[in-house]
């Protein structure tokens, strides 16, 4: 029973076998062709991206602070609300300041009468003087005290407009135009006494800035690719900016490269390089960790392969399988560089022309002679832009 059951297994699957051979000349039996798609690589100008780690930053951030001592009467403002530059946030009690604003008043009219007596005085012992009639010593302290009764007039006019600095600084306004925060003090707080009171923040969030770090090896590696023609640079007012947000979404509106720091952190041998997005919905927050793609240089030699046509050995090393003229499988290692959309910039290992398997790779062997299935295939489509 069980070799006839064995035997009954065993007939279809040699018939499949011998389904999938062909006779040699020699009389062998030989394996069919594997089918695989190819795809022929062209060298076209690339953008060359660097993928780098930043967080959001609020470009303008005001502190808004007590100039005043005194007690908080009122909050103007929402929390959390969007506010103008000027817009009136806090009232604090102005009674004290109003009384120093009244004394002060009353300061400089005094001054001004007695500058008045002083100059009519000086005017009259100059006449006296003339003819002899008063010593130049009195006449001579007539004239100095004038001078100092103009001089304090000058000292009180001063301190009127302080005074009416102060009162005015009793009505706090927002000293830029974005989105306040909390209120740091409450109705009642007694502050500005000693030191200047904070009492919120305000960050500008429209636009918004990333700050990001890059390493000066990778940096150094760029220009020296520059130098030796390998790499065109994109001027720094042409750098495009992608921003990656932490759930792997792309940010759907595009950015620009503001600036790069001259000087290197000596504490972990990056630089600084600020991007700048449109924020009009909000949806980037200060603090935030992103990251953002970079089109810092252009490859007009450029090639590209699809993810899918990568495949790594027990060493981690990336392999694509070629298919040469008589199409022979050969398997050669690649340097990957950055990702463009499903594809891998190939910095080195192919070159144009080249083409390689994209599907069937599971089936297709190094000497292994394989069958085209897609004889013409879309030239890859490189540029990356």
Not at 130 to 135: D, F, H, M, W, Y
Not at 146 to 160: F, M, T, Y
Not at 164 to 188: C, D, F, H, K
Not at 238 to 259: C, E, M, N, R, W
Request: hydrophobic share 45%.
């Amino acid at each position: 029973m069980y070799r006839k059951l064995q035997f009954a297994i065993g007939a279809p699957a040699l018939a499949l076998l011998l389904l999938g051979c062909t006779k040699a000349p020699d009389g062998e039996l030989a394996l069919s062709p594997v089918k695989v798609a190819v795809e022929t690589l062209e060298a076209k100008p690339l953008s060359i991206n660097s993928e780098l780690i930043g967080r959001i930053a609020a470009p303008r951030i005001a502190e808004v602070r007590a100039r005043v001592p005194g007690v908080v009467l009122q909050r103007v403002f929402t929390e959390g609300s969007d506010v103008t530059q000027g817009d009136v946030l806090f009232h604090i009690d102005p009674a004290p300041l109003q009384a120093d604003l009244d004394s002060a008043q009353a300061g400089l009219q005094r001054a001004q009468a007695d500058a008045s007596r002083t100059r009519l005085q000086e005017q009259r012992f100059r006449q006296l003087i003339n003819g002899n009639a008063i010593s130049a010593q009195e006449y001579d302290n007539a004239r100095t005290a004038a001078q100092q009764a103009s001089a304090d007039v000058a000292a009180h006019q001063a301190a009127l407009q302080r005074a009416r600095l102060n009162l005015a600084y009793a009505t706090v306004t927002a000293p830029i135009s974005g989105r306040i925060g909390r209120a740091l003090v409450s109705e009642g707080a007694l502050v500005g006494h000693n030191e200047s009171t904070p009492l919120a923040v305000i960050q500008q969030l429209n636009p918004i800035h990333a700050d990001l770090a890059q390493s000066t090896r990778e940096l150094n590696d760029l220009r020296r690719a520059f130098r030796a023609g390998h790499l065109q640079q994109v001027g720094q007012d042409q750098v495009h900016a992608t921003l990656i947000q932490d759930d792997g979404s792309v940010y759907p509106l595009p950015g620009k490269l503001l600036f790069s720091e001259i000087s290197v952190d000596p504490g972990t041998g990056q630089i600084i390089l600020r991007s700048e997005f449109p924020n009009p919905d909000l949806d980037l927050l200060p603090g935030s960790f992103v990251r953002v793609r970079l089109a810092q240089a252009i490859d007009q030699q450029g090639i590209s392969v699809p993810q899918r046509a990568i495949t790594r050995d027990s060493a981690g090393v990336s392999l694509v399988l070629l298919v040469d003229a008589e199409n022979v499988v050969s398997q050669q290692p690649v340097e990957l560089g950055a990702v463009i959309n499903d594809r891998w910039v190939v910095s080195r290992g192919l070159k144009h022309g080249d083409r390689i398997i994209v599907e069937g790779l599971q089936h297709a062997r190094p000497g292994d002679t394989v069958q085209i299935d897609n004889p013409v295939l879309p030239i890859a489509q490189v540029s990356g832009r």
